[in-house]
């Protein structure tokens, strides 16, 4: 899920959310506030990445480089999903006036 853009309605991906940007389709300015939303994706990330830990130290071994490098990838798209579903959802944006 993507954030949207008030004023063209089309989406905004997480990734390019600031405290103050412009519209990437209508050039509108925008602000948007995602500090509540991104400290629960890092919480929620923490907690899911220790079952990804256990599982594949379990399967690779601690001592192994491919053990470390499955749960690097694994732990990295869990928390890319995790933000694109959470930062891009729950994140406020909205129109602000040029001055």
Known sequence: MNAVCPNCK???SWWKLRNEFACPHCATPLSA???G??????????LADIPVK??????????????????????????WGLAFFIVGSFSTITARHAP
């Open 33 to 35: 506030k995602t500090a």
């Open 37 to 46: 939303a991104f400290i629960a994706t890092v919480v929620l990330w923490i």
């Open 10 to 12: 089309k989406a905004i």
């Open 54 to 79: 256990l599982y594949l130290f379990e399967a690779f071994g601690t001592e192994s480089l491919t053990g470390l490098f499955a749960r690097v990838l694994v732990s990295g798209a869990v928390g």
